[in-house]
């Protein structure tokens, strides 16, 4: 079966066609951060218009490198949030429209379960049950996933998302747009010294706070400069990004240890990170923990992973409707487990 998927949640837009869920055929992306990097983050206007200029040339070229004609699609799936509306209305449409002119079914996928899809493409052999910890942009959650679509959240951040930290960081270090990478490498360049902050507040739970980490970067830098002394940015990058990946270890692993689920998932643009990747795979290989991740193309936003999510959505919930609406605040939030113990 193939599916082809649509994502315009924020500044890249991407179409891609995937067979079975599992294949992917074409995946194109258009990134626009070449526009928005004047202003050092995303202008929502801008992106809608850019958006609108590439995608139906972006469409055609997916379905040509994938060597299929449109009368083969078999479903279309598109991003309905969370993200720009602007965005997510481009995309949105474009799929309705596609669906109708195509005659097949549309599907509208969740953008931040459609991440935790990226693993699906990645590895043929990766089933349920299995722990997912997603480091986006927008969002860092551990989802115990016991079968495809099923999620039940065991803990989330309770301010800043990771990668939304490592971008502030990354603009207090003037390292440029957008941050995780330009931090990556730069703390590889560096010492983990510093203590940043001196304990984890919500050690013990399943939930995450980035942004006491944040600000304590953000006033060592504002007094190092009010001194007139030089700022230590590698070092800098590398204690920040040491205790970031410390507390998402610890978070992960004591919930493999409570769950006993032998698989550990991650997704999310922050997944890219060199450290994390490193110390999770030594963690993994040390606790006989199967551990997975998306190549790097597959970590950040692209549409074969709304292609995939939106086959196996179709496969147990069918078509959705096409009156569905873009929801630029549309929740992932599965049931809590534990509510009580996690959260005290
Ligand atoms: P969401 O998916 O939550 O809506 P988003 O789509 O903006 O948000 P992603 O595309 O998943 O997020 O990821 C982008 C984020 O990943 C940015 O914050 C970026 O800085 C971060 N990132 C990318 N590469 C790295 C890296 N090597 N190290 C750390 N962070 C990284
Ligand atoms: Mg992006
Ligand atoms: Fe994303």
């Known amino acids: 079966m193939l599916c082809l998927g649509v994502e315009t949640s924020c500044d890249e837009t991407a179409v891609a ?16 951060i070449d526009k928005h990097q004047k202003f050092g983050g995303v202008v929502p206007e801008l992106a ?9 040339r972006l469409t ?15 479903l279309v799936a598109a991003t309905y949030g969370p993200g720009l509306i602007g965005g997510l209305l481009v995309g949105l449409s474009m799929a309705k429209a596609l669906s109708l002119a195509w005659q097949v079914p549309f599907v509208g996928v969740n953008h931040v379960e459609g991440h935790i899809y990226a693993n699906f493409l990645a590895h043929p052999d990766l089933e349920p049950p299995l722990l997912c910890l997603t480091v986006s942009g927008g969002h860092t959650q551990l989802v115990l996933m016991p079968e495809h679509g099923h999620y039940e ?54 939930d995450f706070s980035f942004s006491g980490l944040k600000t304590a ?37 004591r919930a493999l240890a409570a ?25 993994a290989e040390a606790r006989g923990v ?26 147990r919930k069918g078509a959705s409707p096409l009156a569905l609406a873009a929801n630029p605040r549309l929740r992932f939030e599965p049931p809590l487990v534990g509510a009580g113990k996690n959260n005290p």
């Not at 809608?48 to 139906?56: F, G, M, P, Q, T």
């Not at 009010?226 to 507390?247: C, M």
């Open 17 to 32: 066609v995937v067979e079975d869920g599992r294949r992917i055929r074409s995946n194109l992306i258009w990134s626009q």
């Open 60 to 74: 055609a070229e997916a379905l040509e490198q994938a060597a299929v004609a449109p009368e083969e699609i078999d």
């Open 290 to 315: 199967k551990l997975y991740y998306p190549p790097l193309s597959l970590c950040t936003d692209n549409a074969a992973m709304i292609a995939a999510c939106g086959y196996f959505q179709w496969l």
């Open 153 to 206: 959240l065991l803990g989330q951040t309770r301010d800043d998302a990771a990668g939304e930290a490592f971008d502030k960081v990354a603009r207090v270090l003037s390292l440029g747009y957008p941050g995780g990478p330009h931090l990556d490498r730069l703390a590889q360049t560096g010492r983990p010294t510093l203590m940043l902050v001196q304990h984890d507040a919500l050690a013990g739970t399943y």
């Open 217 to 253: 970067v953000v006033n060592l830098v504002h007094n190092l400069k009010q001194k007139g002394e030089p700022v230590p940015a590698a070092d800098v990058a590398a204690s920040f990004q040491r205790q970031v990946v410390s507390i998402l270890l610890d978070r992960a692993f």
């Open 259 to 283: 769950t006993k689920v032998k698989t550990l998932v991650l997704s999310g643009g922050v997944a890219a990170n060199s450290e994390l990747r490193t110390r999770f795979a030594a963690e």
């Open 48 to 56: 809608a218009r850019c958006h609108l200029e590439v995608i139906s």
